[in-house]
């Protein structure tokens, strides 16, 4: 995941404001310097199984969010009973004391509200008011009271507690205090944050999470009297990662809170309540979050990702033995019907496909067992929900009657079906719906299709496997998922998976190639596809206050250890912006790009990927200018175990073409190597110069002018379709049938040695593109003149001047395991100036 390249000398972080928590908002609700992790990990999270619970007083039943609504059940039934059902979705309910009401966070347009359920008549109000960000209410153990968390205040995440009188909160105060911090953090604000508060059992006391005074990961457990600008102490730090949420065991004397230390997974760990050292009380290679201690103080329910979708799983202390309360039946509020989902292929069989339904009240719905999606980001087009699941083919779907909207998806090269089915209470409507394959293929090669940039497991609510990352690729028609282990923070989640290579759960058609992300935002994100033998460790340099501080390894260094293992190299995620060298430093994430490729490390870029795509191709067209043979690559960095996440596994892609019948994946990262490739979020390309193919050389004695073929198929319209060469548009195409289809003949000039690429795309938003724009572009045709290299002195310049701001901030890092470390990667810096010192 892009990190903005935070550097040592960061004077302040920049703040990026979250747009609307659930289409687009129209004003900042949250003040952070990312647009993401705080979404995906700590605001609650529209899933078809359990996101947070809630114990009744006597300890007999749970109330808690399932696919956006509350659900109370009893701990020896198996039958659920809806307590809320919109309008909104309805999230981390919390029961009073007495049993008489339940408060909970409900989000009905841009933000999200405080809500009370009064569970005798049914009846439901708001609370807050404030269009803000509002969640995590905890009662008091005297149900007078409540603290949560509010962005109310700057937009910030702090502690605030309110009386609750007659239904009403009254007396509200912020508890914790507003302190911008001067530490250069990685994620997280320059405000600190306080979050997940819950009471101490004598009520005078709160305990929450802070990053006071710390730079990684989401604080350390504070505690502090209940009053607004008291002091608080900390009771604990370790790295954590927005999913603590502490709660007092019934006699006070310990808490219950999730943590990731030592291991890859967040397990259930109990601390003193005064502090002191932790011991863990599960160990499984899953996650266990939202931890509650029953009233009576016997048992631990949490939500449990063990069986991949969320569940509730329940504890007994003392003793260990658990087990998964299941909510077999589920009793609705008002009528249900059933929609009956069978989505085939061209030869009529079942095929996996990506489905969106909404129902007649406006909500996303699901099938029970399916992982709820939600695809989030900045676009420049009307506000709409984008939230789906992924259908093996068949599947059903209980939702109010009344009109429903139904679209189905798969891949680029298959038309979308889009239809409204009428849902009729205790009927089974049937929907059928066939995805015929467009004809993109060639005569005597095939185009392969791989999301270079994938993690299947990345501290998601979910929990991913191979096998279900093969249903994911299918469903969006992807035929390879280069799935790339990396930290997040201290634990690497799927570690227990490198050197695999090809998984053994592939299919013939659809493969799980596990290679690695190198982690290190300084330098700029790295690639590693298909690694051999192993990851390499530790996964990341250059991060400050730990021991991996030192800006060694490099880039190249890690670029030498991958290929020795035969990986093959790429930047990722590289420019939001184009740089501007000759002004000032280049800041990027992907600064040292130019050093890389001048020292022939790069195998591969991701041109379309989650960065700025049009930005990024502006600086490949600069190293393509000098010379180098760079290919284009497609990569969603799609975290595959989230509910929200940017978008789908394949949003970004490559096809690399290949002969017929050859499909493997040494072929196709062979292919890969040699630039046969075009990298997409939707139009398909082809594109002939000289009559050479992408990713071939066309050799000429002479300058004149060159045939090209230019094809063009495109599930959205496009605005644009272009012949570039050398940088420049030389031939501006114009698309028929809608702007979806082009198939055309013609000549370019070529003035000398170069490239020629053809590219596509939109100027905005375009759905069911889950992007801000619609982009696609071939690898280069190189074009060779009498033999000549390609000049482009301003382009040398460019990059020189590049190298040199990175060369002055380098030489005073600070932060070296040796001299000799330092003088070894100012040499590298030096070698490559020279190779663009020498093209000038």
Avoid at 193 to 211: A, K, M, Q
Avoid at 825 to 835: I, N
Wanted: proline letters at 7%.
């Amino acid at each position: 995941m892009s990190t903005r390249h935070v550097r040592w000398i960061l004077a302040a972080l920049i703040t990026l404001v979250a747009a609307d928590l659930y289409a687009a908002a129209p004003a900042p609700l949250i003040d952070l310097p990312h647009s993401y992790y705080y979404r995906e990990m700590y605001l609650p999270q529209l899933t078809s199984g359990p996101s947070a619970l809630a114990w009744s007083p006597d300890s007999h039943e749970l109330i808690y969010s399932m696919g956006g609504s509350l659900w109370r059940q009893k701990l020896d039934s198996d039958r659920a009973q809806q307590l809320t059902d919109g309008p909104g979705y309805d999230y981390q309910p919390d029961w009073s004391p007495d049993g008489r009401y339940v408060i909970f966070t409900s989000g009905t347009g841009e933000s999200l509200e405080l809500w009370l359920l009064d569970l005798g008549s049914g009846a439901r109000h708001a609370l807050t008011h404030d269009k803000a960000v509002d969640l995590e209410p905890r009662w008091s153990p005297d149900g007078k009271r409540i603290v949560y968390v509010s962005t109310v205040y700057n937009r910030h995440f702090h502690v605030f507690m309110a009386d609750v009188e007659g239904g009403e909160l009254r007396n509200v105060v912020r508890l914790t205090g507003e302190n911008r911090s001067p530490l250069p953090r990685y994620y997280y604000s320059a405000y600190d944050h306080e979050i997940n508060p819950t009471w101490t059992r004598d009520g005078r006391e709160v305990v929450f999470l802070s990053n006071r005074g710390r730079i990684h990961g989401t604080g350390g457990l504070w505690r502090m009297v209940a009053e607004p600008g008291a002091p608080a102490r900390e009771l604990r730090y370790e790295e954590t990662n927005w999913e603590a949420r502490p709660d007092f065991s019934p006699d006070g004397s310990r808490l219950v809170y999730s943590s990731y230390l030592g291991r890859n997974t967040l397990q259930l760990w109990l601390l003193p309540g005064e502090g002191g050292e932790p011991f863990p009380i599960s160990y499984g290679d899953w996650d266990e979050t939202h931890a509650r201690w029953s009233p009576d103080g016997t048992q631990i329910a949490a939500i449990s990702n063990r069986e991949g979708n969320t569940a509730i799983h329940l504890l007994r202390i003392p003793g260990g033995d658990s087990r998964t309360l299941r909510a077999v039946e589920r009793i609705t509020l008002h009528p249900t019907g059933t929609l009956h989902l069978r989505i085939t292929d061209e030869s009529g069989s079942p095929t996996p496909a990506r489905v969106v339904v909404t129902g007649a009240d406006g909500r996303a719905y699901a099938p029970a067992r399916a992982w709820m999606h939600h695809a989030e980001f900045d676009r420049n087009e009307q506000p709409f929900e984008a939230r789906y699941f992924h259908t093996a083919g068949e599947d059903s779907v209980q939702l109010p009657p009344g009109p429903t909207r139904v679209e189905v998806y798969k891949g680029l090269a298959r038309a979308p079906v889009r239809a409204s089915v009428t849902i009729r209470a205790g009927e089974s409507a049937e929907f059928s719906a066939q995805l015929p394959a467009h004809p993109w293929q060639g005569a005597t090669t095939r185009w392969f299709s791989s999301d270079v940039h994938v993690h299947m497991n990345y501290g998601g609510h979910y929990r991913n496997t191979p096998a279900h990352l093969v249903l994911q690729a299918q469903a969006e028609d992807l035929d390879i998922v280069q799935d790339l282990i990396v930290n997040k923070e201290q634990r690497i989640p799927d570690i227990a998976y490198s050197g695999h290579g090809v998984d053994p759960a592939s299919t013939a058609q659809t493969l799980v190639v596990h290679g690695q992300e190198f982690h290190t935002s300084y330098w700029g994100h790295l690639g590693l596809l298909a690694l051999r033998d192993h990851v390499l460790l530790p996964g990341y340099a250059g991060y400050p206050n730990t021991a991996a501080a030192s800006l060694y390894p490099t880039n190249a260094d890690v670029a030498d250890l991958a290929h020795a293992q035969d990986a093959l190299v790429g930047y990722v995620h590289p420019f939001e912006e184009e740089p501007q060298p000759l002004l000032h430093p280049a800041h990027t994430d992907a600064d040292e790009l130019p050093v890389d490729v001048a020292l022939g490390k790069v195998d591969y870029m991701e041109i379309v990927g989650f960065s700025d795509h049009r930005a990024t191709a502006s600086v490949w067209y600069r190293l393509l200018n000098l010379g180098f043979h760079l290919p284009a690559a497609g990569g969603t960095d799609a975290m595959a175990d989230y509910a929200t996440l940017r978008g789908p596994v394949g949003l970004n892609r490559v096809y690399a073409a290949l002969p017929t019948g050859t499909f493997s994946s040494a072929a196709w990262l062979q292919a890969l190597r040699e630039g046969r490739t075009f990298a997409t979020n939707g139009p398909l390309l082809d594109f002939t110069l000289g009559g050479r193919p992408i990713g071939d050389t066309l050799e000429l004695d002479a300058a004149r002018a060159s045939s090209f073929t230019a094809r063009m198929h495109s599930l959205v319209p496009v605005d644009h379709v272009q012949v570039v060469c050398n940088g420049k548009v030389v031939r501006e195409l114009a698309p028929g049938r809608g702007r979806t289809e082009l198939d055309v003949s013609g000549t370019v000039p070529v003035a000398g040695s170069g490239w020629c690429v053809l590219r596509a795309f939109t100027e905005h938003a375009a759905y069911p593109v889950l992007d801000n724009f619609a982009y696609a572009t071939t690898s280069p045709v190189y074009v060779a003149v009498a033999g000549r290299r390609p000049r482009s002195p301003g382009d040398a310049r460019f990059f020189g001047a590049w190298i040199g701001h990175l060369r002055q901030v380098t030489a005073g890092y600070p932060d070296w395991n040796s001299a000799a470390e330092k003088a070894g990667v100012l040499r590298q810096l030096d070698t490559a100036a020279s190779v663009y010192k020498s093209l000038e």
